[in-house]
């Protein structure tokens, strides 16, 4: 697409509940981040993939957290029996492995997130 | 590991003046990239400026401007002749210049702009 889409872009769930948040990157990136940021904070990292692969996911904060991207393009994060302190905004962002400019290379483009809100 | 830090929570500039937001970095990679990315409120982070390691001179865009010393890890953005659709969530990022690593973001200085 002509951006980022992230879906849904609130959820309000309750303590325990599973929760699925999706990322559809720019048609063509072949990189793909997904952030975490809590209100008045910057983005946290939390997974990266390259292509169908994650690359790093180290910013994953424990097993409860998983995220896909199964044919390379949309991305999944999965949030197991979450919690309280889950709550935030889940930002995904895609770049492309070209071009040298404010869209090119190593440049993010960010989707408008994911407000989560645990009970 | 890489951190990115911004002194300033938050910061406020008359309309029409300019305003410098500071950010430092910590690395010992000689190569990366530098970013400054805005969030406006309730809106989608974009960028506004990036700038190379290996290249000295400072990257500008339109009203937007950076002063880039390396030597210091220090990475500053000047916003001349400020707009009020300049309020907004500044964030500093790096990555390094090795693809298939994550940008690490600084924690953000929240600029006014007073009409």
């Known amino acids: 697409g002509a951006g980022v889409s992230q879906t849904p872009s609130n959820k309000v769930t309750e303590k325990g509940k599973y929760v699925e948040l999706r990322c559809d990157p720019i048609s063509g990136h072949t990189a793909l981040y997904w952030y975490r940021q809590s209100l008045g904070q910057g983005p946290e990292f939390l997974i990266y993939f390259q292509g169908t692969g994650a690359a790093d996911d180290s910013g994953l904060p424990n097993d409860r957290f998983f995220a896909v991207r199964p044919e390379g393009s949309v991305s999944t994060l999965k949030i197991q029996r979450t919690e309280r302190g889950d709550s935030a905004m889940y930002l995904c962002?895609?770049?492309?492995?070209?071009?040298?400019?404010?869209?090119?290379?190593?440049?993010?483009?960010f989707g408008a997130g994911s407000r989560l809100t645990v009970l | 590991a890489q951190t990115v830090t911004q002194s300033q929570p938050e910061m406020s500039v008359q309309e029409a003046e300019t305003v410098t937001l500071s950010c430092t970095y910590d690395?010992?990679?000689?190569?990366?990239?530098l970013f400054w990315y805005k969030q406006p409120p309730s809106r989608q982070m974009i960028l506004v400026i990036r700038?190379?390691?290996?290249?000295?001179q400072n990257a500008t865009e339109n009203r937007f401007s950076v002063n880039f010393q390396k030597a210091a890890k220090s990475f500053s953005l000047k916003i001349s002749d400020s707009q009020l659709g300049d309020a907004a969530m500044y964030f500093c990022?790096?990555?390094?210049?090795?693809?298939?690593?994550?940008?690490?973001f600084g924690p953000g200085t929240r600029l006014s702009v007073l009409p």
């Open positions: 990022a790096y990555r390094t210049y090795n693809y298939g690593q994550n940008f690490v």
């Open positions: 962002a895609s770049s492309t492995l070209t071009g040298d400019s404010l869209t090119g290379a190593n440049v993010l483009t």
């Open positions: 700038q190379e390691a290996y290249k000295q």
């Open positions: 690395t010992s990679e000689s190569d990366y990239y």
